[in-house]
């Protein structure tokens, strides 16, 4: 799976798989910017453009993940984005 980013960049949900590859657990991100849990996540960038991407290569410590990222839009309001791997 991955996690879930408010419209803000803030991680709302942060799942096993993330905690595995990151070091990190749930606790110590929950509320964090994305960009200072994983700098290179781009998913403000996906709530910005509202445009997902699918299929990129991502480095996240020492693995090297194919990840999916995609806009959460609501009633044709962006509200945040998720990431998938």
Partial sequence: MGFIVDRYGRIMTFNPAAEE???????????EDITDV?????????????????????EINQATII???????????VVGGIAVF
């Fill in 21 to 31: 590859i990151t070091g990190l657990s749930t606790h110590q991100v929950m509320g």
């Fill in 38 to 58: 994983i700098p290179n996540s781009r998913l403000k960038e996906i709530i910005q453009a509202a445009t997902p991407e699918i299929g990129r290569c991502q």
């Fill in 67 to 77: 990840t999916n990222r995609s806009p959460i839009i609501i009633e044709g309001q």
